[in-house]
């Protein structure tokens, strides 16, 4: 039925998704979950309707058609990536469920709450979200009419409650003029911010559900979470682990018996009801909602008698939350802290956030202020501390007198200042100085290393341990750059001069200290020694300054000034490794400590690998403003099954990480597919079993292995079944466990990752372990190899359920700095985290791509790795938003005619031609693929596929040389970027073109518009 997208604002129910391979499956399940019919629920100028569908009727609303008249509305879209449903998931604080179970009163007026807020939801989707119309759909279409579908779950799919509704807005709607067509779904995607802002809203300020909470003695804390419930969330969650270690089991006991069979719905409930029951005294055969409800109540109970049964009986003695009016609150601060909840967010959209996320934030501010109020007196609030923050804290990238609310064109004026502050400190450090010369490196690194060092590595050798004040060095994955600072310290040493290795992870910092036998640490932890702290204050976090004898805000103790064992000196180097991880508040303040002390910088990264948590561009910026640059090329890390270098494997690793284009990528996918590295499946589901697999073939082989995933979520995922089934191998001991983060169970022979850097415990932030013992307190003993040797730690109770997981996959964050013997990708990464994920391991990289032929697969994986553009510079994101303003549908009296002349050039209605060109290029590509795959063949078939092949070819190159000189001519493309014998031929043309175009034209081609050419309309 093609794809039934997913846009979740705090979390997805694995009812409707987790079994499902197809959106048929998905709706089928979520249909059973939700009991025989659905609601529909229908708004039009505002106003809802509702009636119910069967889950017939709901497979037709599903595809598009009426479901009452099965008429087909507007027209069909049969591509596989047309959007049919999109998904919002509903969910509030689990102890909202718990109060909800134990208190009727509670339950009715927890049900009214999701009601407001589904209404509100809902009329906001007719509202706010918009269809395309007219030439290039860049007309906005307001809409007379959504159809959406809800479902009302009590509970997870492990049975525990958790009370959550979907709403599924289907993508065909009405708009205003009376035809069916498709939500614009850029507009609706961006839009879920203020989706999900409205639920915090609705949960924290709701008059009547905050007046039943007091009533009953109950009150909500700094998270929002009811706060004498809280308690009991983790432990709940605990028995909700259990429950799905069971089910697990159970389906793979179906599964075995079932091997050519997909469980149905049926199935699936049968799994979960069997899983819930297990280990419950009268268990039931089936699940029966008040046997059910009865025996959870009497687990929480269980947890607290006296407040369940007190609250169940409503016997608490009644309270009043603190109340704070509208009048109480601070505008303007709630203005700032908007901004730096948008601009937190940013850093993922190269800093840039919308008029939609500007909105969300003051949502969520607003939220977290204890403001009580009718949700009508609050959207004049939340108005004007939008309007405060985009005058008072945001610029803007575009000029345009209209830019639609979706479109990412505000950057908080805190993180341009920051950016242009590091640019005036990285200028004062860039001091030229001296290199180390070459001979001299030459004969340390014939000391310290059994292979010599190749261009580029002498040339950064000699840079770091010069006398430069700012220098950079820039590589991809393998190039040795461990080496090299080994050959600096042993230089350095000689000078008298200290190297200091600090990373932006404490992992990173120890991997390189170890192995250089040096000075390291995290970069947060030599700033924090100068004086620097990270604070949350009112308007957001920010970096403060100490002064040796100020106090230190959150212990009250004093600060003594710089430990010995951070002091600089001038001349003393300081060495950033993965210094492209660094965000530009840490790199202002490294810059500080640099200019402070009379040290040197050295940043040693790949800006093309995985952006930092905070704002990108601090190696960008060094790399421009520093005097002595090196580019490291020759990739080392990778072997051939005999153990060679495999050089061609590095070359392709190379291309993998900075594809010029979408053909460029598509060449890289077909090379990975003759070096048999590409692994299709049909859905995700193979694709977790493929990766679970590959896991346990390398852990019998004994290599090690890193496999990378999409979302946390799906770790997560596998980490658990990689777990079972280690128990079901008797590879791990069974009996006590640990709890760790997620409430996951941590079992002796469990490998876990550390997740906060701890100096007493001796653990880093990404550290991988194993546990070999564990303790009656709920501590464990883990062990971790390194380049010196083997160490042990205790891990206690609490660090563990706080910051401590399974570590059997993990996101791209969590294995950058890994060296394996074998990696393997899954479904869904992209971009940087798709070049990490295949450049880990040594002697073997795969990817798990999930589609249904090896063409798509091929066509998947190209587009994931072609990469969104960097945007290092003010000017480079002006442009961006330019464009995205450009396409972007507007309201009719905001759009302006283009001039076109379709006899001059085919072209000139084409407003994108880059994406044009992207298109006809890739065209092009597959005709080439498919001539060079069916020449020289004596079979008459094959023969007829190739002459077309050719054809089509010749055909769509003279498409794509039209296309390029359209995009020259418009100067959106350069003319010396044409192929010679184009430009040749067309040197003529392009000049009589130019002759030929109207008076009011300016000589170099630009799109003229009716605010810079008054004869728009007239020619």
């Known amino acids: 039925m093609g794809s039934a997208v997913a846009y979740a604002f705090e979390g997805t129910c694995d009812a409707s998704q987790a079994h499902a391979h197809t959106a048929h499956e998905a709706v089928e399940s979520a249909a059973h979950y939700a009991g025989d019919t659905v609601t529909r629920w229908t708004v039009e100028d505002g106003q809802i309707s509702g009636d119910t569908l069967t889950a017939s009727k709901l497979r037709a609303w599903i595809d598009g058609r009426d479901p009452l008249t099965d008429e087909t509305r507007g027209r069909a879209d049969m591509s596989e990536k047309a959007n049919l449903i999109f998904d919002s998931t509903i969910n509030t604080p689990k102890s909202f469920s718990i109060a909800a179970m134990l208190n009727p009163e509670l339950a009715l007026e927890f049900s009214r709450l999701q009601d407001r807020l589904r209404d509100r939801v809902v009329v906001k989707w007719q509202t706010e979200l918009n ?5 290039g759909s860049k007309v906005m279409e307001s809409l007379a009419r959504v159809e959406v579908v809800e479902l009302n779950h009590e509970r997870s799919r492990s049975l525990d409650p958790h009370s959550h509704r979907h709403l599924w807005l289907n993508a065909k709607v009405q708009g205003a003029d009376g035809k069916w067509s498709n939500v614009d779904s850029a507009v609706m995607m961006k839009f879920q911010p203020i989706v999900n802002g409205e639920g915090e809203l609705a949960a924290r300020t709701d008059p009547e559900w905050i007046a039943a909470l007091n009533k009953n003695g109950l009150t909500l804390n700094a998270q929002g979470e009811i706060t004498e419930l809280a308690h009991l969330v983790r432990p709940m969650s605990r028995r909700s682990n259990q429950i799905e270690a069971n089910r697990s089991a159970r389906e793979a006991e179906w599964r075995a018996l079932n091997p050519d069979r997909e469980p149905s719905p049926q199935d699936v409930a049968a799994f979960d009801a069997w899983a819930w029951a297990k280990d419950r005294p009268n268990k039931p055969g089936d699940l029966d909602e008040l046997t059910w409800a009865q025996q959870v109540r009497d687990e929480i109970a269980a947890l607290d008698p006296r407040l369940g049964k007190r609250l169940k009986d409503g016997r608490l003695t009644p309270t009043m939350s603190k109340r704070v009016t509208v009048a109480d609150l601070d505008r303007d601060r709630l203005a700032a802290q908007a901004v730096a909840w948008a601009d937190a967010r940013s850093a993922r959209s190269n800093d840039r956030f919308s008029l939609f996320d500007l909105r969300a934030g003051a949502a969520y501010m607003v939220a977290a ?15 004007d501390v939008t309007e405060r923050a985009v005058g008072a804290h945001t610029i803007s990238l575009s000029d345009a007198e209209y830019v639609p609310a979706h479109v990412k064109s505000l950057r908080s004026t805190a993180t341009v200042q920051v950016k242009l502050d590091l640019e005036a400190e990285l200028a004062e450090l860039a001091v030229d100085g001296p290199e180390v010369p070459v001979d001299v490196v030459g004969a340390i690194a014939a000391q310290v290393s059994e292979n010599p060092l190749d261009a580029g590595q002498l040339k950064a050798a000699q840079l770091i341990a010069g006398q430069a004040g700012l220098v950079t060095v820039t590589g991809p994955a393998g190039t040795g750059k461990t080496t090299i600072l080994q050959v600096v310290k042993r230089s350095l040493d000689e000078q008298g001069r200290r190297l200091l290795v600090v990373a932006p992870s404490k992992k990173a910092a120890n991997v390189a200290g170890e192995a250089i036998g040096g000075d390291s640490s995290s970069v947060h932890a030599l700033i924090r020694a100068y004086g620097w702290r990270w604070e949350t204050t009112p308007e957001g976090e920010q970096w403060t300054k100490l002064n040796p004898g100020d106090t230190e805000p959150t212990t ?34 490294v810059a500080q400590v640099a200019a402070s002390t009379g040290a040197g910088i050295a940043m040693v990264g790949d800006h093309l690998q995985l952006n930092p948590v905070g704002h990108s561009g601090a190696m960008a910026l060094a790399h421009r403003l520093a005097p002595s640059t090196a580019e490291l090329s020759a990739v080392h890390r990778f072997r051939t099954a005999a153990g060679n270098s495999d050089v061609e494997y590095a070359a392709l690793s190379l291309r993998l990480r900075d594809p010029k284009d979408l053909v460029d990528a598509t060449a890289v996918v077909d090379e990975l597919a003759e070096r048999s590295l590409i692994v299709r499946v049909d859905d995700d589901r193979a694709a977790r079993d493929t990766l679970v697999d590959r896991w346990f073939t390398a852990h019998g082989l004994g290599q090690s292995i890193a496999i990378t995933t999409s979302t946390n979520e799906e770790a997560q995922a596998i980490n ?17 466990s640990a709890l760790g983060q997620h409430d996951q169970r941590l079992m002796v022979g469990d490998r876990i990752q550390t997740r906060k850097n701890d100096r007493e415990a001796g653990v880093a932030n990404r550290d991988d372990w194993t546990i070999i013992s564990l303790k009656r307190d709920g501590s464990v003993r883990a062990m971790r190899e390194g380049e010196l040797g083997n160490e042990v730690v205790t891990l206690d109770a609490e660090y563990l359920a706080d910051s401590a997981h399974l570590a059997y996959a993990s996101t791209a964050h969590g294995i950058q700095g890994t060296t394996v013997d074998v990696a393997i990708t899954g479904p869904g990464v992209s971009g940087a985290g798709l070049y990490v994920g295949m450049t880990r391991g040594k002697r ?40 995205e303003v450009s396409v972007a549908a507007k309201p009719a009296d905001r759009t302006v005619a283009e001039w076109t002349d379709r006899v001059a050039r085919p072209f000139g209605h084409e407003r994108d031609l880059a994406a044009k060109i992207t298109v006809a290029e890739t065209s092009l590509a597959k005709s080439h693929r498919v001539a060079e795959r069916t020449a ?6 094959t023969k007829r596929t190739n002459e077309a092949a050719v054809a089509t070819a010749k055909a769509r190159t003279a498409t794509l040389d039209q296309l390029r000189l359209e995009a020259a001519l418009r100067e959106q493309l350069p003319v010396d970027q044409l192929s010679a014998e184009v430009a040749q ?30 004869a728009i309309g007239k020619a």
């Open 131 to 135: 269809a395309r119309r007219g030439a």
């Open 369 to 383: 202020s204890g403001v009580v109020a009718e949700r009508s007196t609050l959207d004049e609030l939340l108005e």
């Open 556 to 589: 009250g103790s004093i600060y003594r000034g710089v430990p010995e064992e951070f002091v600089l000196r001038p001349g003393d180097r300081i060495v950033v490794d993965e210094a492209g991880m660094m965000d530009l508040y840490t790199a202002r303040a």
């Open 720 to 736: 658990d079944e990689i777990q079972r089934l280690r128990i079901e191998r008797g590879q791990l001991e069974q009996g006590r």
């Open 844 to 883: 073997a990289n795969e990817v798990v791509v999930a589609a249904s032929s090896d063409d798509k697969a091929r066509v998947e994986l190209a587009e994931a790795i072609v990469r969104g553009r960097i945007e290092n510079t003010l000017e480079e994101s002006k442009v961006a938003v330019e464009h």
């Open 936 to 941: 020289g063949s004596d079979d008459p078939e």
């Open 985 to 1014: 031929r067309d040197e003529v043309r392009l000049q009589r073109r130019a002759e030929r175009r109207p008076a009011h034209a300016p000589q170099r081609a630009f799109i003229p518009t009716k605010d810079n050419n008054p």
